[in-house]
């Protein structure tokens, strides 16, 4: 079985991908609203919350595992869980399908992230090995307010600002490397359009729904459900606008996932 985990909504623009792709997979999607958004959260604080989170998820069944949160890319693979360390986990992240899509384009790009994504280096270290100029631009305040259901001038200033350092270090493509920010891709367009710019907007789903299809197991019963760590009306109003026309059930996880452990 499929699992797909965020800090929030963000994952569900990537699930909507997959679910394009194989109506049949059965998924079960972790979101961690209780302790969402992890970009301010240190590379411990995020480690720590994935290994409960892969633990859940093992517990559901879930062998293959989608890590649909940038910020969680430099951590996946070194969460000091048994799981991890035995190799119980087969895992997609998002940082190796983005670059392997626009590396071979040669364009100087803008990769929009969290401040824990954009702190990590992970996409700058990536892309370099192929040459590619990158800029990366961190937009802190973001994703917490897509994730809060902030208004529609609260989220504009704050992709106005992205967008304009975006075009003042000549970028020709926008990476909107967090998964939160396809839900306001048409604020995004809006900006570039006030800046009368034609600037290419990419987002990374579709690079990491293709390579699921190549490698997870795609065929079931459809099964789809939602794990939650906090009841979340935002989380619901997104997963309702997605998924409406197919059966699906949202479940709060045990309080033993609620809890923000430290090292």
Known sequence: M???????VGGLAVLQAIRKRASK???????????????????SEIADLIGMTLRYLHAAGCTQIVSACNSASVSVHAVPIDLLRLHVFDVIEMVEPTVAALAPRKKKIAVLGTEATIRSGIYQDAFQKGGTQIVPIAVPALAGLIESGASQ?????????AVESALKNS???????????????????ECLKDQRSTIELFDPADAVAQEV????????TGKLQFLISKESSVFSSYVAELFGGTDYSIEV?????????TV
């Open 2 to 8: 499929i699992g797909i985990f965020d800090s929030g």
């Open 25 to 43: 997979a059965d998924i079960v999607y972790f979101g961690d609203t209780a302790n969402a958004p992890y970009g301010p959260k240190s590379k």
């Open 153 to 161: 001038g609260e989220i504009k200033a704050a992709v106005r600002e």
């Open 171 to 189: 970028a020709e493509i926008i990476s909107l490397s967090c998964t939160h920010y396809p839900f306001v891709a048409d604020v995004f367009a």
């Open 213 to 220: 299809i190549k490698r997870f197991s795609i065929e079931g």
């Open 253 to 261: 996880a045990p309080p033993v996932y609620h809890v923000l452990k």
